[in-house]
């Protein structure tokens, strides 16, 4: 039978296994320019390889801040602490990470316009979790309400 306790072992797991490809990207990134260059019909130079390389540079710094914050999210839940400041802060993290993503991606759009489906895609999911943060910061204020009528 599925259990929260077995779900909140997968998600840790898919965050270490991202954890694990975003550390093999960063690692391989000169490699994978150049592979991607080479292999694209997008008409790119290999000069334009330095690009792509500073995008993943770049972008792993927000990457690596959201998957950190979301593992200890993660962690937190799994302690039984939910609906928490702390967590509503870890939320707030996550968002900008997203938006930083995403800033990220419209700026590499100068040099390859499908960047721009990353940079939707990561301003959206920052949106989603932004609407879930507000959600569980009106959980918060009900909690600590209840808990001082109590």
């Not at 270490?16 to 991607?36: D, S």
């Not at 707030?92 to 759009?109: E, H, K, N, P, T």
């Amino acid at each position: 039978m599925w259990s929260s306790e077995k779900s909140i072992i997968l998600s840790k797991l898919s965050v270490l296994f991202f954890m694990g490809l975003l550390l093999a990207a960063v690692v391989t990134a000169p490699w994978l320019t150049r592979w991607f260059v080479d292999f694209s019909q997008a008409g790119l130079k290999v000069e334009e390889a330095v690009y792509f390389m500073g995008t993943i540079y770049v972008g792993a710094v927000p990457a690596a801040y959201l998957l950190y914050s979301l593992l200890k999210l993660l962690v937190r839940i799994e302690t039984g602490q939910v609906f928490t400041a702390e967590n509503v802060e870890l939320l707030r993290r996550i968002s900008w990470s997203c938006f930083a993503g995403a800033g990220v991606a419209l700026i590499s759009l100068f040099y390859y316009y499908p960047w721009f489906f990353m940079a939707v895609a990561a301003a959206f999911m920052g949106l989603i979790v932004r609407v879930v943060k507000n959600v569980v910061a009106q959980a918060v204020e009900l909690k600590n309400e209840a808990d001082y009528t109590v």
